[in-house]
T-cell receptor
Framework: GAVVSQHPSWVICKSGTSVKIECRSLDFQATTMFWYRQFPKQSLMLMATSNEGSKATYEQGVEKDKFLINHASLTLSTLTVTSAHPEDSSFYICSARIGKNIQYFGAGTRLSVL | GIQVEQSPPDLILQEGANSTLRCNFS?????LQWFHQNPWGQLINLFYIPSGTKQNGRLSATTVATERYSLLYISSSQTTDSGVYFCAIRSGNQFYFGTGTSLTVIP
């Protein structure tokens, strides 16, 4: 199947700093990628839809100035958590869509903000 | 938005046992995927099954779109089957994830 690489897999940062997470489709082009957040023992919550060459579409309640998304090429989307705080600690997962219906997931990034 | 509920929420099986996981959805859809999230968090595609039945080894899935449910069957379970199973449905440009079934297979 298609491969989506997400980096880093684990990051610890100090409160107030910014963290960038990369999501790459390795063997296909993805005009659309998704960013999810997952709290312990809960389902995935869609944060935003990242479209190549245009602005991301954010879900209700997700601060776009807090979670900056850039989809500059057909194989790369980035999520930057700006001025991170402990409540931003979570598991962040990206996915890339093939066709209309199928998405493949990165391995996730575990963010811990001290 | 679409509501996607899964049952049971938790399941503990003895190795070798069979199980059925259920996914109910609130609206008509023409696509559905099943995923397995392993203990390290990686989501693995199991099936794209908008309707009908598919089989892959010990796993099979059936979706009855007109009745708004899908079933995932796991036969002869193994400890490596442990993790959380999610179904997800696309509506428009969004994917809606179910509440998940956490499966633990004990030796």
């Amino acid at each position: 199947g298609a491969v989506v690489s997400q980096h880093p897999s684990w990051v610890i940062c100090k409160s107030g700093t910014s963290v960038k997470i990369e999501c790459r489709s390795l063997d296909f082009q993805a005009t659309t990628m998704f960013w999810y957040r997952q709290f312990p023992k809960q389902s995935l919550m869609l944060m935003a839809t990242s479209n190549e060459g245009s602005k991301a579409t954010y879900e209700q309640g997700v601060e776009k100035d807090k979670f900056l998304i850039n989809h500059a090429s057909l194989t790369l989307s980035t999520l930057t958590v700006t001025s991170a705080h402990p409540e931003d600690s979570s598991f962040y997962i990206c996915s890339a869509r093939i066709g209309k219906n199928i998405q493949y997931f990165g391995a996730g990034t575990r963010l811990s903000v001290l | 938005g679409i509501q996607v509920e899964q049952s049971p929420p938790d399941l503990i099986l003895q190795e070798g046992a069979n199980s059925t996981l259920r996914c109910n959805f609130s609206d008509s859809v023409n696509n559905l995927q099943w995923f397995h999230q392993n203990p390290w968090g990686q989501l693995i595609n199991l099936f794209y099954i908008p309707s009908g039945t598919k089989q892959n080894g010990r796993l099979s899935a059936t979706t009855v779109a007109t009745e708004r449910y899908s079933l995932l069957y796991i036969s002869s379970s193994q400890t490596t089957d442990s993790g959380v199973y999610f179904c997800a449905i696309r509506s428009g440009n969004q994917f809606y994830f179910g509440t998940g079934t956490s499966l633990t297979v004990i030796p």
